[in-house]
C-alpha cells in the first residue's frame, strides 16, 4: 500500500509552484515606475499633437474598445485626412494586439480606433503611426488595466 504522505507533497509541490507563478505575474501587471499613461501628448518627431480617450470607461480586460484620437498639426490645426495605422502590444509580455484595429476620420482631426482589445491585464502600448500633412510620424500611449 503506497504512503498517504507521498500524495500530499504531490499536492503540497503543485501548490507552491501555483503560487511562485501567480507572484511572478502579478509582478509583471505592475506598471514599471515612471510609467507615462498621459493620453495627451505630442508625437515622437513634433508634427502632431495627440489625444485619446476610449468611448467608454472604465477600460477592460476582454472586449473589443473603441477609442476616439484627436490628432492636431503643432500649431493647433486639426490634422484632417490623415492615415493612421494602430499597431501596440505587451513589451513585458513580447507580444502584440490580439486584434487589428483600424481607424477612420471622423471629421474636425478626430478618428475613430475601433477594434481594440486587451485579452489580459497589465501594461500595454498602443502605437499610432501617422502619415498626413506634416509628414510621417507615430506616437504611443501606455495603457494600463
Known sequence: MKHPLGRYAVFATIAVVVVIGWLVMADRHTPPEGADLSRSKASVGGAY??????????????????????????????????????????????????????????????????????????????????DGPAGEDEVVFNIEL
Open 49 to 130: 499633437e495627440v489625444s485619446i480617450e476610449p468611448e467608454a470607461e472604465p477600460v477592460r480586460q476582454g472586449p473589443l474598445h473603441t477609442w476616439l484620437a484627436s490628432v492636431r498639426l503643432s500649431d493647433g490645426t486639426p490634422a484632417a485626412n490623415v492615415r493612421i495605422d494602430v499597431d501596440g502590444g505587451m513589451p513585458a509580455h513580447g507580444h502584440g494586439l490580439p486584434t487589428a484595429p483600424k481607424a477612420s476620420h471622423e471629421g474636425d482631426g478626430v478618428y475613430r480606433i475601433e477594434g481594440v482589445r486587451f485579452n489580459m491585464g497589465g501594461l500595454w502600448e498602443l502605437r499610432l503611426s501617422i
